[in-house]
């Protein structure tokens, strides 16, 4: 019976306080988060799972930086199902190198989660958008990336509420700014990190400097005249 | 029952018979598959029509861990194939011939020992026509040994000189030269399936002794194949063909069987298929690469990774992600073959997702002097193109704030306001 009590306990949906990071993390490459993480980053080897509050809220560049690392350790990512098209001159101006990184595209979302689980068992670090993701898909995707020893992100639709019921090792909720709430993390209770000014200074060091100067003056407003109806889609 | 029984009497026995025509021509593409096959162990493999091939191993059992080793691995294979097989080794090949056909597995190395180990052979073993092992028989001799002990002179007189070549050569006493095979630089395999079988599974099952064999063929060759086609052939319809991809060459079994079974998974089956055919061309030369090139695991696995996917995602569902010097923003970035190097990319703000295609912002967030709904934080970067490229267009992108702090891309045109990106 004492077997079967430690494999509940090795269940990702059961956290202990206090319990002491196993395995070392994913470093995030932002020391205010890494800091407060078990393990001092991402699960390595687990599921992260990421609730963006509203589109834009830094659902990426929160993890460009433990991506681009990984990528120099030898790694290669594959993200499936992104919602937009992910923009190469912006990701290699943040430097990332794009051959090591494939996009999946699919019909459906099991053929996603396909995807997901051969990515992590064949040893890709995956980020995979999923708007339908259950608690089998989860725990099949905890074992592959058990399997293949390496971290899954998964990325939720912005403004979807979080569901308790989802294993995931990390789960954090993301404000525009990035502002990182932390809802579940092994070992740890909830905790929240602004890493606003760490993601401006990194965005400026990478050379995009699109600070954060009030509002700009607008020209007045071109030839065309204000107050025209807007066209119901660009041509 | 016996061997060379009447069919007649054979059916008076056994009336429910189910008899078989031989098909000699199957059984010699058979012969040439399996030749196909033993290149893997040696590049000098010989056939011996009907049933036996013969393998020139002295240069390889180092490479194999030894001739007991080699054997094994062998006959395993060939039984893994389907084959019921004996495999032996001797020193010359007419006494491997001898032990194979009487069933003998046996392993043999030692030259100066042969004649003795050789000693207690059947007659029935060894090479010669039906006619000559009758009239040895009849002489009371049954045993190897018995020939052996007989002087060369009279064996020749009774039973022909080519009696004595044989039992030279039998005993290495005379040179043995063979000519050997020639395998094509394609590979064409075919199977016939027992039962008509309709699932994923029994297919995949079957194809995998094509699969090895064409892989075998592959390794003997210092090759890979990039495509092979597998043709399901049915009693009643158009056989159903299937081609796998790969990236870079390959001979891989167990990785082309997976990928297989995606593929079977997925293909809808007019009828049950009787059988198999595959077919590989285009062989290319595996160089092998230098130790410092070695591809890391990591590599080869997300080569194996992209096949994978593609084989059930289909070939347009994996791609990569490459700049490419344009100013034009929907150019800029474009769906690559995985691993295609960028060409320079400028420092602009860019940002990390485009939309498929700009959206109209609602007129709520247009940002005039009077909206709150957009704060303007960098801007405007005019773009423009011209009829060069059959596309006219002039914008000015801003970075803008949204009210939440989520930070978008928009731009103005003579159109109005739209949002064409996210700074995710």
Redesign the interface.
């Known amino acids: 019976m004492t077997g079967s009590v430690a494999d509940l306990l090795r269940h990702p949906d059961i956290w202990r306080g206090g319990a002491a990071a196993d395995t070392p993390g994913l470093p995030s490459g932002f020391a205010a988060l890494d800091q407060r993480l078990p393990g001092g980053g991402f699960p390595a080897n687990g599921l992260t799972e990421i609730i963006p509050e509203s589109a834009g809220a830094g659902e990426l560049g929160l993890l460009l930086p433990a991506l681009i690392a990984a990528i120099e350790q030898g790694r290669h990512l594959l993200w499936v199902a992104p919602p937009h098209l992910p923009y190469a001159p912006a990701l290699a101006t943040a430097g990332l190198d794009l051959t090591r990184l494939a996009t999946v595209t699919t019909e459906a979302a099991p053929d996603a989660l396909w995807a997901a689980e051969q990515g992590l068992r064949a040893g890709a670090i995956v980020v995979l958008w999923a708007a339908d993701f259950t608690a089998p898909a989860a725990r099949r995707l905890q074992l592959a990336a058990e399997a293949g020893n390496r971290p899954g992100f998964i990325q939720r639709p912005p403004g979807m509420p979080a569901d308790p019921r989802l294993p995931a090792a990390l789960r954090l909720r993301l404000a525009p700014g990035p502002v990182v709430h932390v809802r579940k993390c092994r070992g740890r209770a909830g905790f929240q990190v602004d890493l606003s000014r760490s993601v401006q200074a990194r965005m400026r060091a990478a050379g995009n400097q699109s600070d954060t100067r009030d509002a700009l003056a607008l020209p007045v407003a071109a030839g065309t005249g204000a107050g025209r109806p807007l066209p119901a889609r660009h041509a | 029952m016996q061997a060379g029984q009447p069919a007649a009497t054979a059916r008076a026995v056994l009336p429910d018979l189910h008899l078989l025509t031989r098909d000699t021509a199957a059984e010699g593409r058979c012969l040439r598959q399996l030749a196909g096959w033993a290149q893997q162990f040696t590049d000098r493999v010989v056939l011996q029509p009907p049933q036996s091939l013969l393998l020139e191993v002295a240069g390889s059992l180092t490479l194999f861990g030894g001739a007991e080793t080699l054997r094994h691995r062998a006959a395993r294979e060939l039984s893994d194939l389907g084959f019921a097989v004996t495999a032996a080794i001797a020193p010359t090949p007419a006494a491997a011939t001898a032990l194979a056909r009487i069933g003998r597995g046996e392993c043999l190395t030692r030259r100066a020992d042969l004649a003795e180990s050789l000693a207690d052979l059947p007659l029935s073993a060894l090479t010669i026509e039906a006619q000559a092992l009758d009239d040895l028989q009849a002489s009371g001799l049954h045993r190897l040994g018995d020939i052996l002990a007989l002087p060369a002179a009279a064996l020749a007189r009774r039973f022909g000189p080519d009696f004595i070549t044989y039992r030279d050569r039998l005993l290495g006493r005379r040179p043995d030269p063979r000519q050997p095979y020639q395998p094509p630089r394609r590979y064409e395999g075919e199977l016939e399936l027992p039962a008509p079988a309709d699932t994923a599974a029994a297919l995949g099952f079957a194809a995998r002794r094509l699969l090895r064999e064409l892989c075998g063929q592959l390794r003997a060759m210092d090759a890979g194949v990039t495509r092979c086609e597998l043709m399901l052939t049915h009693r009643d319809a158009d056989p159903t063909r299937v081609t796998l991809g790969l990236r870079a060459p390959g001979r891989d079994p167990d990785h082309l069987g997976r990928l297989l079974d995606d593929r079977l998974d997925r293909t809808p089956l007019p009828a049950p298929v009787d059988g198999l055919r595959l077919r590989a061309t285009g062989f290319v030369p595996l160089e092998q690469p230098q130790q410092s090139l070695l591809p890391?695991?990591?590599?080869s696995?997300?080569q194996?990774?992209?096949e994978?996917?593609a084989a059930?995602?289909g070939p347009g569902?994996?791609?990569?992600?490459?700049?490419?010097a344009d100013h034009r923003p929907e150019r800029?970035?474009?769906?690559v073959d995985?691993?295609?190097?960028?060409q320079a990319?400028?420092?602009?703000?860019?940002?990390?997702?485009?939309?498929?295609?700009?959206?109209?912002?609602p007129?709520g967030l247009?940002?005039?002097?009077t909206s709150a709904g957009l704060?303007?934080?960098?801007?405007?970067e005019r773009i423009e193109s011209g009829w060069w490229d059959s596309r006219d267009m002039r914008r000015d992108y801003?970075?803008a704030?949204?009210a939440?702090?989520?930070?978008?891309w928009i731009f103005?045109d003579?159109?109005?306001?739209?949002l064409h990106?996210?700074?995710?």
């Open positions: 890391t695991t990591d590599d696995q997300w194996r990774l992209h994978t996917l059930r995602l569902a994996i791609r990569g992600l490459a700049v490419v800029a970035s474009r769906a995985p691993g295609t190097p960028s990319s400028d420092n602009r703000p860019r940002p990390l997702w485009l939309l498929h295609a700009p959206e109209t912002l007129a247009v940002p005039d002097r704060t303007l934080l960098a801007g405007p801003y970075v704030a949204t939440d702090g989520a930070r978008w103005r003579r159109d109005g306001w739209f990106g996210l700074f995710a």
